[in-house]
């Protein structure tokens, strides 16, 4: 799953049936900081990565998760909990960051 964000700070997810791949693309020149300011209230910085809601994610593909996507999510997003890679309060899944270009 790569969620993209543009210079106007318009949000796309791409790949979304992909759950072995986790990140954001953004402009380069775009600082962690300055993305999760674009992403909206459900997204915050900790310097280094993106934290992203779930509920955020959810919203960005509406209508394109049907049963088998959110089993698949909720497989995904378990996974990254063992790991270490959501927040204290589980809600927020952690991304990093990739500048193409």
Do not use: C
């Amino acid at each position: 799953m790569i969620i993209r964000v543009d210079e106007a700070g318009a949000v796309r997810v791409d790949e979304h049936a992909v759950f072995t791949d986790f990140h954001v693309e953004a402009p380069a020149g775009f600082a962690v900081a300055d993305l999760a300011a674009t992403m909206g209230e459900q997204t915050r910085s900790d310097g280094e990565y993106l934290w992203i809601a779930e509920s955020a994610i959810r919203h960005w593909l509406s209508g394109l998760a049907d049963d088998d996507w959110e089993e698949s999510f909720a497989g995904m997003v378990s996974y990254a909990r063992s790991k270490g890679w959501t927040d204290e309060a589980g809600t927020h899944l952690r991304a990093h960051v990739e500048n193409p270009g």
